[in-house]
Every structure is written in structure tokens, then in C-alpha cells.
């Protein structure tokens, strides 16, 4: 009865402008958690749409033109206001400060602001969808983008500059975070491996972004005022255009990716017992991908008439990508040998982001290379794989750090035996979804048709089934989460036994997370020690 | 030693951790603008190697010396700017408002002058578009130095804006007392802002106004 009264970050106070005017860390999660979700739904409203047209070879549901835009819709919506800000603004933005034993963010008003700017960009892309939409692509490419599109391609590319804003100012909360506002004693090598991916995202979120930006306010300057810097018919090169769009949106999805790799290192750590392997080689993996991940990105213009010598650097540092990453997986399958495992629904959803994202990644070395891409590019092959890296890994891990941290976000525990079957079913349907994509691409079929070949009629009712089986296990924890907010058993303050930092304090958390600045003694992920030997409050209570 | 307790935010254990953090901040934000910018010098970069007869033609329609004049009065703000942070420093309150006042005077003619500039392209039919006029085989790729020079400087022009705006508050700010020499990183924030703003100008200058030129 006692615990239930103490007063934490949740009922601190109450009303709307407690939340819309909020500057505390936990709460901007939350209201980054419902607007992720609200466009996680809207782009996978507009998912459905694909894969019920696909079932039949004709086009029948929807006509070309509505085609072309469902899925610009379905990539807009679910990169740029999904997969983008998903993990970094809900659970970095929860986590970052408890994790290294802050109070806040260091500019907690620009956090709250970054979450408005998000709003407005998402208001700007929900007006131009509601007015008839965009058929360009999420690439807008030019100049089908800058002159010949009859649609709303001004307001969503507005949309999109405004929510780079929102990025680009999160990722310089984080990095100026967690230079200055460790704990004593927390030293760079002691930080979890959430942090470190957090620290190579926010790198590509300040350096990326702006570069997207730029491309994207010349468009909309081409389409609005006339200007011609990539319009052929005045001697402007499209394929200029592709260069700064791939700048930034290549390196995009590392930063969908990373901090997905985050929250597995956590979670595989936590539910073997065990230190993970190699712990600076995990960390220093998320820089290399951070910064290789900058150099690749002419990858995706093997054929857009991109010199041959400059398709053979891409193509060579696109395989050292490969690297760091697979760096990682040999990293977390040697943390879980001999390790004392359980199967929690966190746990499932990481074991299955280690094999979906190992197709994906392997996948993506065939589509370096540069013989094999030409036959494959702009087919489902393409499709497949950036699925099994963006769905398949990036979302896995999100549902994985959103049942590992629900407990201390909400002070609930959700049904467990719901859970495990729900990351069952997400991975049993995402590999019925997009294995046949493999397959169908490699045969030849081209994406953003709304009509194809009979012949690849099995494959493609092979994928829509999967993808309703998907929808269940995801429509599933939306479900029981809300319903664990009000019925779920009391976690207490650290129900995993995990040895981060944010299970020492109670859940949910205090508004200024710790009573005492906590002075840190030991590396994380030390499961052979108690956290009373690793984490040592001290009597001065903070302002 | 109150008003040093009152500008301390809750999360910072001492000042000097939330003045080292609003610095980083800063840098950081400028590393951001630095690559808005770089977007735009690489599209000038690649065309200017493809037509490099095209951009001295259409660089030799600019007023080179209004260019300069601009030039000598960003550099001048730069200056006041610096005098500004130094009267905040010694705790000149006075100096520090007339420093920033002049700087926004300057600022203010700055932008003055780029309209005047505009005004002329204008009416000499330079504004990309239906109406964009050029004499010769190389109207098409002028017509994309012209793009350039509106996008690049008008992004400039709209920095220069926000750069006013700072100022404002920070006059606003100096006026009601809220800076002491223990206390003034708003100021200094912005005087860093207002140098990468003029620096980005003298890049700008050569590069848009200086192509090809044989004075």
C-alpha cells in the first residue's frame, strides 16, 4: 500500500499541461511512445492496402496511380516518423539519463522542443496524405519529384525538413548528454552498450541530417520557385540529387538499425548472466558502422549511370561495413555460450533479431555486389532485404526494449506467456511476409508494381499471409501493454536482475531518477557481482 | 553568489559543467550547419567543374563591389560582435549592450544590401524561373548558377535573420541584468553563431561573386 502512494515521475501531477508543457526525460519518452505508435499503425494501414492488392496478379484493389502512392505513403510514414525516431526518442530518450546516472538530458526545454518540431513535420506529411498524397517514392527522386509529379510532393518534403530538425536536436542532447553528465566513476568504458550505440547514432543524426535537409528544401525550392539545380532540362543532374539523398538516407539505416544492436547487447547480456564478449569491440563496431556506414552510400547507384571506378570503392566499402557488424553477432552468440539462458519474451525477440538480422546483413553483401545487384536491382530482392534489416532487426529489437523496460516505465509486469507468443508470431509472420520477396526478386519480379506475372501469384499469397499473421503480433502487445498499465502485477524495482544502472532506482523512477547521485565502482554488466558491489549512493541528497 | 544559484538548471551539478555543456552544444550545432551548408558547396563544387564558362559568364552579372561592401560590413559585425562578448566578459554592461546594438545595425545593413541585390536580379530578369533571361549558348547551366546564388545566399540571408533575432533577446537580456562576468554564455553561444554566419559569407563571396573575374 505504502509503495503505491510514493510519489514518482506518473503522478507527480496530473492534466494535459502537465504533459504537453513537460520537460522531464521520462515523460517526453512517453509522449514520443504514443505518436511513434500512431504512425507505426498509419504506415501499416497503408502496408495492408500493398499486400492485399499483391494477393491477385491484376491490378483489382486500387489502380496504378493510388498504387504508386500507397507505398510512397507506407516508406514516408514508417522511415521518417517510425523507424527514424522509434527507438532514440522512446527508449534512448527514457534511458540515456538513468543509464549513466543523470537527472535530465543536459537541455531538457530543446528535448521537449525536438518532440513539437516532430509534430509538426508528422502534421505537415498527415495533411499532404489526407489532401491525395505522394507517388514519388520515399526517394524523390528528380526530376520525377521536382517537376513531372501531379502531387503533394511540396508539403510532405516540408514535412520531412521540419522532423530532420527533431533528429538532429535529439541527437545533440544525447552526445552533449553523455560527454558531461555521467555519473562519477562511469567512465566511457564502463557505459552500458545502449549508450555507445546511442552515442554513434546521435553522430550520424548531427551529421546526416542536415545533408538531407539541404536536399530536400532545393526540391522543394525547384518545385516552388522555379530553381533548376537538378533539373536536366537546364543542364542540372538528377544523379547529383541521389548523392546527397543516399548520404543521409544510407547512413538512416544505421540509425534505425544501431540502436536496435543496443538493445539486444542489453538484453542477450541480462538474460545469459553473463559480461558480454568482447565488450570494447561491441562498442567501437557501433562507431566503425557510423562511420563506414557514411562512405557507402553510392551502393545504391550501381545503375543510375554512377562511374564504374566509383562503383567499385562503394562496393568494396560496403563489404567493410560488414564487418563491425558481423563483429557484433559473433559478439552476442559468444555471450550467450555457456551462459545460464532464459527465454523471456525480451529474450526471444533478441535471438530472433540475431537470425533475422543475419540474413539481412549477408543479403546486403549480395547486393554490393556489383555483378549480382544489376540483376537485382529494383526487384523484391531489394525489398526483402531492407525489410529483414528495418522490420525484421530495427523493430525486433524495439518490441524486445519495450517489454525489457516496460516494467520500470510503467512500475507493471505484462503477461509473460502473451508476450512469448506474440514474438513468436511477429517472427513466424515477418519470415512468412518476406522470405518469398527473396525468392520473387531473384525471379525477376520488380517492386512498386501494383500488377504482376501469374507465376508469381504463390509467392506473393505466401508474403500477404504472413503479413496478417505479422499484424496480429503486433496489434497483440499493443493489446496487453495497455492492459498490464492497470492490471499488471507490481514489478518492484529491478525485475529481470539486471545490472544497469536504471534498475537501482524504483519503478517507475523518481522525476529526478536517484534520491543520490550514484558513484559507479565496477564495468557493466557485472553478473557475477551484486549491485550493491557496483553501484554506491552516497548520503548527499541532490537539489 | 545568488544570482550564480539562480542560472544553474536543475540537471547540472555546477556551473561550470552547464557551461562546458552548453559549449559542446553549441559546436555541435555548428557541425550540423556546416553540413547543411556542405550540401549545397558540393552541388556548386560539381557544376561549376561542369560548366565553368557558363558560371564566369553569369558570376561577371553580379555587382562585385556591393559584394565587397557586404563583405567589409559582416566582418565589421564579426568585430562588434567580439567587443560585445568582450564587454559581457568584464562585466561592461553598457559597452555590451551598444556592442550588440551595433552589431545588429550592421546586420541589418547587411541584409539591406542583399535585397537591394535581389531587387536588381529581378528586374534584370536573373531570378530563375519563366521569366530568367540570359544572352548566349550558356543561358541554361547561368540559370543553375543562379539557382545556386539564390539558394546559397538565401539560406545565408535566413541565418542572418535568426541571427538578429538572437541578438534582440540578448540586448532584451543584457538590459533587465540577467549577465554577470560569472555569467554569460547566451552571448557568447550567440557570438559563435554570428562568426559561422559570416564565415559561411566569406566563402560565399569568392565563390558566387569572383568566378572567372578579370578586374
Known amino acids: 500500500m505504502n509503495a503505491q502512494r510514493r510519489e514518482h515521475y506518473l503522478n507527480v501531477n496530473y492534466g494535459v499541461r502537465s504533459w504537453l508543457l513537460t520537460t522531464d526525460h521520462k515523460r517526453i519518452a512517453w509522449l514520443y511512445l504514443v505518436s511513434v505508435t500512431f504512425f507505426f499503425f498509419v504506415g501499416g494501414f497503408f502496408a495492408t492496402l500493398i499486400r492485399l492488392e499483391l494477393l491477385t496478379p491484376q491490378g483489382d484493389l486500387v489502380q496504378a496511380e493510388t498504387y504508386n502512392k500507397l507505398f510512397t505513403m507506407h516508406g514516408v510514414t514508417m522511415v521518417f516518423f517510425f523507424l527514424i525516431p522509434s527507438i532514440p526518442a522512446v527508449l534512448g530518450n527514457f534511458l540515456i539519463p538513468m543509464m549513466i546516472g543523470a537527472r535530465d538530458l543536459a537541455f531538457p526545454k530543446l528535448n521537449l522542443a525536438s518532440w513539437y518540431i516532430f509534430i509538426i513535420g508528422g502534421l505537415f506529411t498527415l495533411a499532404a496524405t489526407a489532401a491525395g498524397g505522394v507517388d514519388t517514392g520515399w526517394t524523390f527522386y528528380t526530376p520525377y519529384s521536382s517537376i513531372y509529379s501531379n502531387t503533394h510532393v511540396a508539403l510532405t518534403v516540408v514535412g520531412i525538413f521540419v522532423t530532420g530538425f527533431s533528429s538532429i536536436l535529439t541527437g545533440l542532447n544525447f552526445i552533449v548528454t553523455i560527454h558531461k553528465m555521467r555519473a562519477p566513476g562511469l567512465t566511457w568504458f564502463r557505459l552500458p552498450l545502449f549508450v555507445w550505440a546511442h552515442y554513434a547514432t546521435s553522430i550520424i543524426f548531427v551529421l546526416g541530417t542536415p545533408v538531407l535537409a539541404i536536399t530536400l528544401a532545393l526540391v522543394g525550392l525547384e518545385r516552388i520557385f522555379g530553381l533548376g539545380i537538378f533539373d536536366p532540362a537546364r543542364g542540372g543532374d538528377p544523379v547529383l540529387f541521389q548523392h546527397l539523398f543516399w548520404f543521409y538516407s544510407h547512413p538512416a539505416v544505421y540509425i534505425m538499425i544501431l540502436p536496435s544492436m543496443g538493445i539486444v547487447s542489453e538484453l542477450i547480456a541480462c538474460f545469459s548472466r553473463k559480461r558480454i564478449f568482447g565488450y570494447a569491440f561491441v562498442a567501437f563496431a557501433s562507431l566503425g558502422i557510423a562511420i563506414i556506414g557514411f562512405l557507402v552510400w553510392g551502393h545504391h547507384m550501381f545503375v543510375s549511370g554512377q562511374s564504374v571506378h566509383a562503383g567499385l570503392v562503394f562496393s568494396l566499402l560496403s563489404f567493410l561495413v560488414a564487418i563491425p557488424s558481423a563483429i557484433k553477432v559473433f559478439n552476442w552468440t559468444a555471450t550467450l555460450y555457456k551462459g545460464s539462458v532464459s527465454y523471456d519474451a525480451p529474450m526471444l525477440y533478441s535471438l530472433g533479431f540475431i537470425g533475422v538480422f543475419t540474413i539481412g546483413g549477408l543479403t546486403g553483401l549480395f547486393l554490393a555486389t556489383l555483378g549480382f545487384d544489376v540483376h537485382v536491382t529494383d526487384t523484391y530482392f531489394v525489398v526483402a532485404h531492407f525489410h529483414y534489416i528495418m522490420v525484421g532487426g530495427a523493430v525486433m529489437g524495439y518490441l524486445g526494449g519495450i517489454h525489457f523496460w516496460w516494467p520500470k516505465m510503467t512500475g507493471r509486469l505484462y503477461p509473460e506467456i502473451l508476450a512469448r507468443l506474440a514474438a513468436l508470431i511477429v517472427f513466424l509472420g515477418f519470415n512468412l511476409t518476406f522470405f518469398p520477396q527473396f525468392v520473387l526478386g531473384f525471379l525477376g519480379m520488380p517492386r512498386r508494381y501494383h500488377a504482376y506475372p501469374p507465376e508469381f501469384q504463390v509467392l506473393n499469397v505466401m508474403s500477404s499471409a504472413g503479413a496478417s499473421i505479422l499484424a496480429v503480433g503486433y496489434v497483440l502487445p499493443l493489446v496487453y501493454l495497455i492492459w498490464s498499465l492497470r492490471y499488471g502485477a507490481v514489478a518492484g524495482r529491478n525485475p529481470w536482475g539486471a545490472r544497469g544502472l536504471e534498475w537501482e532506482t524504483d519503478s517507475p523512477p523518481p522525476t529526478h531518477n536517484f534520491d543520490t547521485t550514484p558513484r559507479v565502482t565496477e564495468s557493466a554488466y557485472a553478473y557475477e557481482k551484486e549491485p550493491e558491489e557496483i553501484y554506491h549512493f552516497g548520503a548527499t541528497a541532490h537539489v | ?215
Not at chain 2, 30 to 59: C, I, K, W
Open chain 2, 1 to 215: 553568489m545568488s544570482d550564480v544559484i539562480t542560472v544553474r538548471a536543475h540537471q547540472f551539478d555546477d556551473l561550470e559543467q552547464q557551461h562546458e555543456a552548453s559549449w559542446i552544444g553549441m559546436w555541435i550545432f555548428l557541425a550540423t550547419e556546416v553540413m547543411f551548408f556542405g550540401g549545397m558547396f558540393t552541388g556548386y563544387a560539381f557544376y561549376r567543374a561542369a560548366y565553368p564558362q557558363a558560371f564566369a559568364a553569369a558570376s561577371n552579372r553580379l555587382d562585385v563591389w556591393l559584394g565587397a561592401i557586404n563583405t567589409a560590413v559582416l566582418i565589421s559585425s564579426s568585430f562588434t560582435m567580439a567587443l560585445a562578448v568582450h564587454g559581457a566578459e568584464t562585466g561592461r554592461r553598457k559597452a555590451l549592450i551598444r556592442f550588440l546594438l551595433l552589431t545588429i545595425v550592421l546586420g541589418a545593413v547587411f541584409l539591406g544590401i542583399k535585397f537591394f541585390e535581389y531587387h536588381s536580379k529581378f528586374e534584370e530578369h536573373l531570378v530563375p524561373g519563366h521569366s530568367f533571361q540570359f544572352e548566349g549558348l550558356l543561358a541554361r547551366p547561368a540559370e543553375i548558377f543562379f539557382s545556386f546564388y539564390f539558394a546559397m545566399t538565401g539560406m545565408h540571408a535566413l541565418h542572418m535573420v535568426i541571427g538578429i533575432g538572437l541578438l534582440a533577446v540578448m540586448v532584451v537580456k543584457a538590459r533587465r541584468g540577467r549577465f554577470s562576468t560569472g555569467y554569460f554564455t547566451p552571448v557568447e553561444l550567440t557570438g559563435l553563431y554570428w562568426h559561422f554566419v559570416d564565415i559561411v559569407w566569406i566563402f560565399l563571396f569568392p565563390l558566387l561573386y569572383l568566378v572567372g573575374r578579370h578586374l
